[in-house]
């Protein structure tokens, strides 16, 4: 079974990606699993850029093929923020109950589809022999004007999915997985990995 190294050390991303995986022939090791303490520096523009970033650095130092994804929500009101800085919005020590509270706040005045929001998740893939491929995908949605839900974890209770008539924050594991952004972006990326280990053997 070929070794692919996600590089994160988000424990809620790592358990999304292993419920999506478990159906793939890949042994998916974390960055701690595969022994690996450093911290990246994640100074591209976009996801696509950050992603890349990540996932090459974890290939060079261990030679394994390596995924990386970069996501975050973006605020239409809000012109697009906190986008790429959604993990380090109003710092990086901040609970997201309060980074959640600050955007209902600022959208206080926004009705309707000014409430407009999105979660993006670019992914890459790193392989040894120096390729490297992105995919990306997308969840549209409205900013709630409250919290609900405690599934899911950081901005989930406050994007509401008008289709669904709840925050992906209500939903269960099994339906977010299935429409989330991250669940779209890694069906790609299963069939990007599929190609580049064929391409392997």
């Given at each position: 079974?070929?070794?692919?190294i ?68 973006e ?8 986008g ?113 280990l064929?391409?392997?053997?």
């Amino acid at each position: 079974m070929k070794k692919v190294i996600f590089a994160t050390t988000n424990k809620n991303k790592v358990r999304e990606v292993n419920m999506m995986m478990k159906d793939f022939d890949v042994e998916l090791q974390t960055m701690g699993e595969a022994g690996i303490n450093i911290d990246i520096v994640e100074d591209g523009k976009t996801f696509e850029e950050n992603a890349i970033i990540k996932a090459k650095t974890i290939m060079e130092i261990t030679g394994e093929i390596a995924i990386a994804d970069d996501s975050g929500l973006e605020v239409d009101y809000l012109d697009g923020a906190p986008g790429i800085y959604s993990a380090r919005f109003l710092g990086e020590d901040t609970s997201y109950d309060i980074k959640n509270n600050y955007i209902i706040d600022k959208l206080k005045d926004a009705k309707g589809k000014e409430r407009s929001a999105r979660f993006v998740c670019a992914m890459a893939v790193a392989f040894p022999n120096g390729k490297i491929k992105t995919c990306k995908g997308t969840i549209e949605g409205l900013i709630a004007y409250e919290q609900k839900g405690t599934n899911g974890f950081g901005y989930d209770p406050i994007v509401y999915v008008p289709e669904y008539e709840m925050t992906t924050g209500e939903m269960a594991p099994e339906l977010k997985n299935s429409i989330s952004h991250r669940g779209k972006a890694l069906e790609q990326m299963k069939e990007i990995l599929k190609a580049g280990l064929e391409e392997e053997c």
